[in-house]
């Protein structure tokens, strides 16, 4: 990078004008500080970009997955991954601050951390009688497109955590949110369980990407489906 003008270079660029003004591999290079051999840190950056496919795909790999990235040790892979894990720590705390009460708040605070996984994860959000956000918890996390969960499962730890009432998410690998045959019949049976024990099933959210002619959630509320 030294052979670039002091204007574009990534560390003298975030100073003058903030890191919003970075792309995504400017920000790598300043992460990773050095290139390698033939490489700058920003070729690195966009080899590395390239070879996950996307930043969603890169801040969702896992260790082994990062240390098999060419230019990545164990070091690098180990800080990025700690990085990542920052970064969904503090996405967290804020959605603990967001009231769950639409479709489009719900997917606000979800769907990043769900929308580009590779496999299908089933997630319930706890409420108050506020609708804001007390706890998340993680109920199934399935093998590429299968994830399978009682009932019971979902509305235990609602009751163990004494709260009003919750959401349930999850993410449709596929990336198509249109919710299966299977999908509606487990949000009926939930929504029974739920009305048995005066608990508040608020919405039931798939999670998908976006795409053109498609919405990237399907809200089961929204739809007339709860």
């Not at 399935?142 to 349930?168: C, D, M, N, S, W």
């Amino acid at each position: 990078m030294r052979d670039l003008p002091d204007d574009e270079k990534p560390r003298e660029k975030l100073a003058r004008h903030g890191p919003g003004h970075l792309d995504h591999a400017e920000l790598l290079a300043l992460f990773l500080g050095t290139g390698m051999k033939g490489k700058s840190a920003i070729q690195l950056g966009r080899d590395i970009l390239r070879h996950f496919g996307s930043l969603h795909a890169l801040g969702s790999a896992d260790l082994e997955e990062l240390m098999s990235c060419p230019g990545l040790g164990p070091a690098k892979s180990c800080q990025l991954a700690a990085a990542f894990e920052m970064g969904a720590r503090l996405a967290r705390e804020q959605i603990s601050a967001t009231p769950l009460d639409s479709p489009e708040r719900i997917h606000q605070a979800f769907g990043p951390q769900l929308a580009h996984l590779a496999h299908e994860k089933l997630i319930v959000a706890m409420v108050n009688t506020r609708l804001e956000h007390v706890h998340t918890t993680t109920v199934s996390s399935g093998v590429l497109t299968e994830t399978t969960a009682h009932p019971r499962e979902i509305l235990q730890p609602v009751i163990l955590r004494k709260a009003y009432g919750f959401v349930l998410i999850h993410n449709h690998p596929s990336g198509d949110p249109t919710p299966s045959q299977a999908d509606r019949t487990f949000t009926r049976r939930l929504q029974e369980g739920a009305e048995l024990l005066g608990l508040r099933f608020v919405d039931h959210i798939v999670i998908g990407r976006p795409a053109p002619g498609r919405e990237p959630y399907h809200s089961f509320r929204e739809h007339g489906l709860l």
